[in-house]
């Protein structure tokens, strides 16, 4: 169903954590849910920009790409947008069927200033991508 090869890794801990720098992106996994955990950024081929991590709930076919960074946002959302596009296309290859769901989460060391433009950035990315995109500063957790 995924083809990542040797940069994804099946975790199954209550904590899975995602960490550069100052950006900490934390999977609370409590029910110890199989997550299919892809380094996307220094590993996976990809044209263009990357994120640093995919995350993909194997149960629910959810996946969470992020992309730690410092103070770029414009960056960042260029890396999400990139790797969105690409990897979530059945015919590129690394999935065999649609996300069910698609959330993107650009985690800042220092907040972005301008909460208006990320409004209109988020509206972009629901209406062309699909996904639901999330900016936070320093450290993100959710839970499954």
Request: charge should be positive; aromatic fraction near 10%; charged fraction near 35%.
């Amino acid at each position: 169903m995924y083809h990542f090869g040797s940069c994804g890794e099946i975790k199954q801990e209550p904590n899975i954590v995602c960490k550069e720098r100052k950006s900490k992106f934390i999977v609370r996994n409590k029910s110890r849910r199989r997550i299919l955990k892809v380094q996307v950024d220094m590993c996976l081929e990809i044209h263009g920009k990357r994120c640093d991590w995919l995350l993909i709930d194997i149960y629910d076919n959810y996946a969470y790409f992020i992309e730690l960074k410092g103070c770029e946002l414009g960056h960042a959302i260029l890396q999400l947008r990139d790797s969105i596009s690409i990897i979530s296309k059945p015919k590129n290859g690394f999935i065999k069927q649609e996300f069910s769901r698609k959330h993107a989460y650009a985690v800042l060391s220092r907040s972005p200033k301008d909460s208006g433009k990320i409004k209109d950035i988020q509206k972009t990315f629901m209406k062309k991508f699909k996904t639901v995109l999330i900016v936070k500063n320093r450290e993100v957790e959710i839970k499954l």
